[in-house]
């Protein structure tokens, strides 16, 4: 079998596409044997009809229609490798000749993945956040602690935020209770806006025995009326900061080692999140490079995976589409518009690292490639042996080569790309990837630091 290549407009190639009569003939030999297993010839089992007798009957014609209907899928995709043409969409296929006699050809027009430039990518410059863990990081992360432990006492002054009443609190509707509306001696922090509407705003600047009354909506958006009585209010004393207090709240002995802690565990989660934004960041950059549009044929299958996607997480949540889209205060159509600008992003990011593995030579060795399918293994529970015998009946090995270089390609701009924090200043790759035993190991005696 022969096949050349023609470029075309739009993005497509002609494959043309030559089978030689010799070859074709296997596969009307198939087609005759299919056809003996499915006619009856009297004084013939089925399947053992002789191929010169069903010609007789039926004519090679029909065998040969066949033939190229079982076999063409097969003429294609051979062709396809054949060239290396990377298809991203289903062919038209034009049979030139051979549906009588002879050598069969046919000529296949297809959409081609497009090859995009990336012009610029040495130069690119992406903002993280900073891995380093500031002094102002770790005194928030010490008033936390302190926070935990601080102690309520009574204050006879007026109300104010963060402060902690103690209320009786009815709603009523057209004089009856209102249903879960109404709790006695209920302990509320001022300022959380977490109870009623407008709660917060009556209850500033009140004191022990005042009561407010005012008027606000419910889920229901029907009024209700809201009586509140203060029988108690409370401040947070917060507890020195010394050697003795960090010793009661952790494990460490003196607040030196409680601040060391503090900051090398902040360090740690620091560097990862910013670890993890640094690859986000300089895929979307080498994307911005990309000035092309999408062709449909990739953006609408990323589309169908990011839906199905979603369905799976609203699922595993327990969660209906209505109420996702009430929650992020979206119709289904912005929703959908916004897949497709994230699934033409996504295909942009996918092209450009493709064409800076092809800029910078990265391949993907056999050793990588049998570690990559040993992962895909691990993941899905399976031997890596059964994987790439899956993978090669599915002429795969490709995709998982694709990936390899991708992924080389996304380290290679880890590598070189100059990376500044959100003040524009340098960030030392040595702070970045430093190994922290913060991001293995558990919290200690201070907990995870937000």
Do not use: C
């Amino acid at each position: 079998m022969r096949a050349v290549v023609e470029p075309l407009e739009g993005n497509k190639v002609k494959l043309s596409v030559e089978v030689e009569e010799q070859e074709f003939e296997k596969a009307v030999d198939a087609a005759f044997r299919k056809i003996s297993s499915e006619v009856r010839v009297p004084g013939f089992r089925p399947g053992k009809t002789p191929r010169r007798l069903l010609e007789a009957r039926i004519g090679v014609e029909a065998a040969r229609q066949e033939a190229l209907r079982e076999s063409l899928p097969d003429y294609y995709a051979e062709a396809l490798r054949q060239t290396e043409v990377d298809a991203i969409a289903q062919p038209e296929i034009d049979i030139t000749a051979g549906q009588q006699q002879g050598p069969v050809t046919f000529d296949a027009v297809v959409e081609v993945r497009p090859e995009v430039s990336i012009a610029g990518y040495k130069g690119l410059k992406v903002a993280i956040p900073s891995p380093r863990a500031t002094e102002e990081d770790v005194e928030r992360q010490i008033d936390r602690l302190r926070d935990q432990f601080a102690e309520l006492k009574a204050v006879s002054r007026p109300v104010q935020d963060r402060d902690h009443v103690t209320i009786d609190l009815h709603a009523e509707r057209d004089g009856e209770a209102v249903p879960g509306l109404s709790v006695d001696d209920y302990l509320y922090e001022v300022g959380t806006a977490n109870l009623a509407p407008k709660l917060d705003d009556q209850l500033r600047g009140t004191k022990v025995g005042n009561i407010v009354t005012f008027d606000a909506e419910v889920d229901d958006g029907e009024p209700v009326s809201v009586r509140v009585l203060v029988k108690d209010v409370k401040e947070k004393a917060l507890p020195e900061v010394t050697d003795e207090w960090a010793s009661e709240v952790s494990e460490f002995e003196t607040l030196e080692e409680l601040r060391a802690d503090t900051t090398r565990r902040i360090s740690g989660l620091k560097r990862m999140q910013s670890s993890l934004a640094l690859r986000e960041e300089v895929v979307k950059a080498l994307a911005e490079l990309v000035d092309l549009e999408m062709p449909d044929a990739l953006v609408r299958p990323e589309m169908e995976r990011r839906l199905e996607e979603l369905g799976r997480r609203l699922e595993a949540q327990r969660t209906t589409l209505p109420q996702y889209l009430d929650s992020v205060g979206a119709s289904e159509e912005e929703l959908v518009e916004q897949i497709r600008a994230d699934a033409i992003q996504g295909v942009k990011a996918e092209l450009a690292l493709r064409a800076l593995a092809d800029a910078e030579g990265l391949e993907a060795t056999a050793e990588e490639i049998d570690a990559e399918i040993a992962r895909i293994g691990e993941r899905i529970g399976q031997d890596a042996a059964r994987v790439r015998r899956h993978l090669d009946d599915a002429d795969a090995i490709p995709t998982v080569r694709s990936d390899v270089r991708k992924a080389k390609a996304l380290e290679w701009l880890v590598e070189h790309v100059e990376i500044v924090d959100q003040e524009d200043r340098p960030v030392d790759r040595a702070d970045l990837f430093e190994q922290s035993e913060a991001a293995d190991e558990p919290a200690g005696g201070v907990g995870t630091p937000e």
